[in-house]
């Protein structure tokens, strides 16, 4: 899962905050496996409910990364204006 969206930031040319939340689904996701109480529903469910908080941080992370995109190529435009 986690090198398929590496491989679609790369192809979608992200920036730095899309990076950023990755890592941190990775750690989370990580945190669950190594966590993970197979046998006890209760904890299953708590570890199924959490990804719904971490879809949100992934979406979050790919708006911002575009926003910082397109800051980006403003800035290089208006640079090159300015040439």
């Known amino acids: 899962m986690m090198s398929g969206l590496v491989v679609a930031g790369v192809n979608a040319e992200q920036t730095l905050p899309y ?3 990755l890592s941190a689904v990775a750690v989370h996701l990580t945190h669950q496996i190594y966590t993970l109480h197979i ?3 209760e904890d299953c469910w708590k570890k199924f ?3 719904r ?3 949100l941080l ?3 992370g790919i708006v911002v990364g575009n926003l910082w995109k397109e800051r980006r190529e403003t800035l290089l ?3 090159d204006t300015l040439r």
Do not use: D, I, R, T
Request: proline share 6%.
């Open 58 to 60: 992934l979406f979050l």
């Open 49 to 51: 409910v959490s990804n």
């Open 77 to 79: 435009q208006n640079e």
């Open 53 to 55: 908080n971490l879809g």
């Open 39 to 41: 046998n006890k529903p």
């Open 19 to 21: 990076y950023a939340v």
